[in-house]
């Protein structure tokens, strides 16, 4: 096995105390005070992740629309409509409807500016690659780029002390700011459920960009451990559990991310990769739902655990994609798949755990209220 990459802050991570594992490929701090700490510190306070380890990728032609045109057979999103400044969350889809990873698409003047997960980089390019090359719009992969996120209630009031201009920022909106002294492409977004931002900067200006923000008495450094209970208490997707290449966008409620213009009667409906499913799922619904569930007790149901109608018998008719506790609910949460019969709010379900049934209720989402500064 190759040897883990390490990230531009690799260093910073480890004066701090990290305590570092592999993850997709990377070092990649999982906690430094602890996760239970780091978890509170996103939602009362601000919490300062590393994410370099994510893709970055600018996709560029002869005229920004004529990109936006070329990666709409890609993706459903209306990429075309998408206002310079903007973003929106969106997925490669496959010709059986599947999800090959999701990412996020900006548009900043004249190019379109792609996150895409670790775990799919190179699949990622590779789509990107022959799907828009042929068509002559050029894929540049930034490899000299780090990625921080900063999230939490008090992210603006940290990052407006180097830029007042991120206060002006609503969800979803990108700028380019100057920070640390560096000119830095920011979002306003992040994968916490909490308000925040997202900051790529040249990677030679990571380390004066972090060390600047956890100067700030509201911020603290927080790892992968933190970052993934505080995904799930919001209800967001981890690619490779709760969606992958055999996931549909309409099986995982994801459904709101397609745009009027991409669906039946749109101005620009179909055109990408398994639209004949999808367009059909976004019609008549789909087999199957991702859902909430609410295990009874303190005992978490982790991934992979089966879901059962009954206390006895019968055959499993689900399973859980993603579960721990929710430190902010101050329960075990979990999410999962069930027969769209079964997704309604309180249906009692049983999760075998270690051979012994469990008694489980399907809840909606997200387990957490989001803070997002619309």
């Avoid at 594992?21 to 009362?44: C, K, N, T, W």
């Avoid at 709409?72 to 409509?81: A, M, N, S, T």
């Avoid at 920022?169 to 459920?193: H, I, K």
Wanted: aromatic letters at 6%; hydrophobic letters at 45%; glycine letters at 12%.
């Amino acid at each position: 096995m190759s040897e883990a990459q390490r990230l531009t802050l690799d260093s910073l991570h480890r004066e701090l105390g990290a305590r570092m594992v592999d993850f997709a490929g990377f070092s990649m701090p999982l906690q430094y005070a602890g996760i239970m700490a780091e978890h509170a510190q996103a939602r009362e306070r601000a919490a300062l992740f590393d994410v370099s380890h994510m893709g970055q990728v600018l996709v560029r032609a002869a005229d920004v629309d004529a990109a936006a045109r070329a990666l709409e057979g890609l993706v459903p999103q209306d990429v075309l409509g998408l206002r310079d400044g903007r973003q929106r969350y969106g997925f490669f889809t496959n010709d059986a409807g599947g999800i090959e990873d999701d990412l996020m698409i900006a548009r900043r003047g004249d190019v379109l500016f792609l996150v895409v997960n670790a775990s799919r980089r190179t699949e990622d390019e590779a789509i990107l690659r022959a799907g828009l090359e042929p068509a002559g719009v050029n894929v540049t992969v930034l490899s000299d780029r780090a990625l921080l996120a900063l999230q939490g209630p008090r992210a603006q009031t940290a990052l407006a002390t180097l830029d007042p201009r991120a206060g002006e920022m609503r969800f979803m909106e990108t700028a380019t700011l100057d920070l640390a002294g560096a000119e830095a492409w920011v979002s306003r977004s992040g994968y916490t459920g909490e308000d925040g931002y997202e900051i790529s900067v040249p990677a030679g200006a990571a380390e004066p960009l972090a060390r600047a923000l956890l100067d700030h008495p509201d911020v603290a450094p927080a790892g992968l451990g933190a970052r993934d209970s505080l995904r799930l208490e919001a209800g967001l997707c981890l690619y490779g559990q709760d969606i992958d290449a055999a996931t549909t966008p309409v099986e995982a409620g994801l459904g709101w991310a397609i745009q009027p213009a991409r669906r039946e009667g749109g101005a620009r409906a179909g055109g990408f990769p398994g639209a004949a499913r999808i367009l059909g799922e976004l019609r008549d619904g789909a087999a199957r739902a991702r859902v909430g569930l609410r295990p009874e007790g303190r005992a978490p149901m982790r991934a992979g655990v089966a879901l059962y109608e009954e206390e006895a018998g019968g055959e499993a008719v689900g399973a859980v994609t993603s579960g721990g506790f929710g430190p902010t609910v101050g329960a075990p949460v979990a999410m999962g798949y069930v027969p769209d019969r079964l997704a309604r709010q309180g249906q009692p379900l049983w999760g075998e755990v270690r051979g012994r049934r469990m008694p489980v209720a399907v809840s909606d989402l997200p387990f957490v209220k989001p803070g997002y500064k619309r």
